[in-house]
């Protein structure tokens, strides 16, 4: 059974959940339809519109204003989390817009995703676990970070662009839209990433998935005759579709190749 809220009731719609054990500022509003754990602490001024989660052991500060489908403090999209009381923090003034997700800490990170002040938080953006958001950063829609990642104060990350997990942006810096980050970003800088590119055969993803070392060789082999040589690519791939020796991993990548898409195949990056 749930307790009374600590806000006054009168900023709480009646369709809204607030669970037992909630800490909540008497003058936070929060709007129809939201649910908020018994772990949450929202601070003074703080504004949570319609449809909002936030769950885990997650504190909000002052004034920051929550908007419709917003999910915060959900458990890690990392397979190794167990459950463990990893937190995330919302800094004071952040304006999180509509479908942001934010998730808490691992183990592996320091238990703690943060996110400092006066931040924005466009459409979509997504802030993973054990990641360092530093104050007035800008993260434009469906701009990502993937785990661990730490991010200085005003760095401003451009539209769907996505950064790797470890990175570091450092202060000041800014991140051209639909740009794939994979190394640290200086202080002050601007930086656009390539297009993807293809550069070769996920070996770690195969070997943890239990292929064996012969399997990985014949991939290898396959690989190179796919992507190597002057002649057409259609040809390359055609003469590999004949050869009844392929391996099964093999015949699963001539397959996808040559089936039907609007879009070309994915090619290594000239020299």
Known sequence: ?????????????PSAVVEDGASIAPDV????????????SIESGSVLHSHVVVDGHTSIGEKTEVFPFASLGSRPQDLKYSGEASKLIIGSGNIIREHVTMNPGTTGGGMLTKVGDNCLFMVGAH??????????????NNATLAGHVVVGSF???GGLSAIHQFVRIGDHAIVGGMSGVEHDVIPFGSVKGERARLTGL????????????????????????????????????????SDKTQTQALKEVIDFIQQDSSRAICQPKDD
Request: hydrophobic share 35%; charged share 25%.
């Open 155 to 157: 760095a401003i990350l």
């Open 1 to 13: 059974m749930m307790s009374e809220p600590k806000t006054s009731p009168s900023r709480i719609h």
């Open 127 to 140: 802030v993973a676990h054990d990641c360092q958001v530093g104050d007035n950063v800008i993260l434009a």
């Open 29 to 40: 509003t929060i709007g129809p339809f939201s649910v908020v754990g018994k772990n949450v």
């Open 202 to 241: 996920n070996i770690i993803g195969m070997r943890r998935r239990g292929f064996s070392r012969q399997e990985l060789d014949d991939l290898r082999t396959g690989y190179k005759k796919l992507f190597s040589g002057t002649d057409n690519f259609q040809d390359r791939v055609a003469g590999l579709s």
